[in-house]
């Protein structure tokens, strides 16, 4: 028991320096030095030129000075940080992004198989044309069902047929 009377008397001891380690004073003299004490600085030191008072939070002397206040226009539009946006305007916001992401998604998947399809169409027309080239004789079969070879003019017309589907491969 007496063990931890000393150590809370302890805690509350070394609370207190660490008080007293609080109560700072940070300015900048006139030479543009950073000064630290305990005691207050000169009357002739302006409040700009003061980082630090005891009870005060630190400034960071590097940080750019605060803003102006935004006119009256900015602050109507809901994005200033004075008017944060309610969790209904969050919610709306958050839906949008979604939908946005969706058609996004939708309009990528549809590229997708168009260019596949664009893919898969130039190799057939590639295949068809090695055929027509290689000089095999080709057979087809009409409306009757009634099969016949293509002559040399047919196969030259469908040479350039597959030719030109093949412009934009």
Same mark, same amino acid.
């Given at each position: 028991?007496?063990?931890?009377?000393?150590?809370?008397?302890?805690?509350?001891?070394?609370?207190?320096?660490?008080?007293?380690?609080?109560?700072?004073?940070?300015?900048?003299?006139?030479?543009?030095?950073?000064?630290?004490?305990? %005691?207050?600085?000169?009357?002739?030191?302006?409040? &700009?030129?003061?980082?630090?008072?005891?009870?005060? !939070? !630190?400034?960071?002397?590097?940080?750019?000075?605060?803003?102006?206040?935004?006119? #009256?226009?900015?602050? #109507?539009?809901?994005?200033?940080?004075?008017?944060?946006?309610?969790?209904?305007?969050?919610?709306?916001?958050?839906?949008?992004?979604?939908?946005?992401?969706?058609?996004? &998604?939708?309009?990528?998947?549809?590229?997708?198989?168009?260019?596949? %399809?664009?893919?898969?169409?130039?190799? &057939? !027309?590639?295949?068809?044309?090695?055929?027509? %080239?290689?000089?095999?004789?080709?057979?087809?079969?009409?409306?009757?069902?009634?099969?016949?070879?293509?002559?040399?003019?047919?196969?030259?017309?469908?040479?350039?047929?597959?030719?030109?589907?093949?412009?934009?491969?």
């Amino acid at each position: 028991m007496n063990r931890i009377i000393s150590k809370a008397a302890l805690a509350i001891v070394l609370g207190a320096f660490c008080q007293i380690a609080l109560a700072q004073w940070v300015w900048k003299d006139e030479a543009g030095h950073t000064v630290y004490s305990d %005691q207050p600085p000169p009357p002739n030191v302006s409040k &700009a030129h003061i980082m630090k008072s005891p009870g005060a !939070s !630190s400034v960071d002397p590097l940080a750019p000075a605060p803003a102006a206040p935004a006119p #009256a226009d900015s602050a #109507a539009d809901g994005n200033s940080p004075a008017h944060p946006k309610s969790l209904a305007e969050q919610d709306l916001d958050y839906k949008k992004r979604q939908k946005d992401a969706a058609e996004a &998604a939708k309009k990528k998947s549809e590229e997708d198989a168009k260019t596949a %399809q664009n893919a898969q169409r130039c190799e &057939a !027309s590639r295949q068809a044309l090695a055929t027509l %080239q290689s000089g095999v004789r080709i057979q087809r079969s009409d409306d009757q069902g009634q099969r016949y070879y293509l002559d040399d003019s047919q196969r030259a017309s469908e040479v350039a047929k597959l030719q030109q589907n093949m412009q934009g491969c």
